[in-house]
Nanobody
Framework: QGELVESGGGLVQAGGSLRLSCAAS????????MGWFRQAPGKEREFVATITWGRGSTQYADSVKGRFTISRDNAKSTVYLQMNSLKPEDTAVYYC???????????????????WGQGTQVTVSS
């Protein structure tokens, strides 16, 4: 089968940075938009960022715009999330996910994704 494996989470002080990675193995990566979502305790899973396959078009949640950057290395089947100027409210489990629409555009709806990683914890202390 295959999987999405996230890494790079951890504990960081407010104002610090982290880079999350998501490696895709065994699943088709080519042609699919990839996304990052997050879920804090007691809250719904929320969209963070997405990037398309071809032009690498990106979209971001308003709460992270200007601080987070999503990118992808198609040769390595890996997508990244660079997180700068982290805030305590960014604390959550971050999930990598693959779109269910090959060659399609970006989506901010979790229903637009089918495969999900196991998640990586990001904790930002004040």
């Amino acid at each position: 089968q295959g999987e999405l494996v996230e890494s790079g989470g951890g504990l960081v002080q407010a104002g610090g940075s982290l880079r999350l990675s998501c490696a895709a193995s065994g699943r088709t990566f080519r042609g699919y938009a990839m996304g990052w979502f997050r879920q804090a305790p007691g809250k719904e899973r929320e969209f963070v960022a997405t990037i398309t396959w071809g032009r690498g078009s990106t979209q971001y949640a308003d709460s992270v715009k200007g601080r987070f950057t999503i990118s992808r290395d198609n040769a390595k089947s890996t997508v990244y999330l660079q997180m700068n100027s982290l805030k305590p409210e960014d604390t959550a489990v971050y999930y990598c996910t693959r779109s269910n629409d090959r060659w399609g555009g970006p989506s901010q709806n979790p229903g637009g994704y089918d495969y999900w990683g196991q998640g990586t914890q990001v904790t930002v202390s004040s």
